[in-house]
């Protein structure tokens, strides 16, 4: 089954930048989505990002877009997100998450996931 390590979390000053890694093992990832979410105390799992491993367009939830940027090296196995302009309220723990086979509306759903990694914790704080 596929694994998935995420790694870069850590604290940043409001306006900060942050790049978090997704490492994925035990493909083959082919037809995989790889989506972002993030979980802050006492709230639900929320969409972050997401594309297909295999190239196509990125959605972004609208309260990144422009901040926040999705990319792949399949070279390694490993997507990133690139957080930028940070806010308090980008604080979470961040998850990557993958799946076979999803159509593009189902990027989005932390239900159509299987896979998760252990998370990592972003804060921004002064």
């Known amino acids: 089954q596929a694994q998935l390590v995420e790694s870069g979390g850590g604290l940043v000053q409001p306006g900060g930048s942050l790049t978090l890694s997704c490492a994925a093992s035990?493909?083959?990832?082919?037809?995989?989505?790889i989506s972002w979410f993030r979980q802050a105390p006492g709230q639900e799992r929320e969409f972050v990002a997401g594309?297909?491993?295999?190239?196509?367009?990125?959605r972004y939830a609208d309260s990144v877009k422009g901040r926040f940027t999705f990319s792949k090296d399949r070279a390694k196995d490993t997507v990133y997100l690139q957080m930028s302009s940070l806010k308090p309220e980008d604080t979470a723990t961040y998850y990557c998450?993958?799946?076979?086979?999803?159509?593009?509306?189902?990027?989005?759903?932390?239900?159509?996931?299987?896979?998760w990694g252990q998370g990592t914790q972003v804060t921004v704080s002064s």
């Open positions: 594309s297909r491993w295999s190239g196509g367009a990125t």
């Open positions: 998450a993958a799946a076979y086979n999803l159509r593009q509306p189902e990027i989005s759903d932390p239900g159509r996931f299987s896979y």
């Open positions: 035990r493909g083959p990832f082919g037809t995989f989505v």
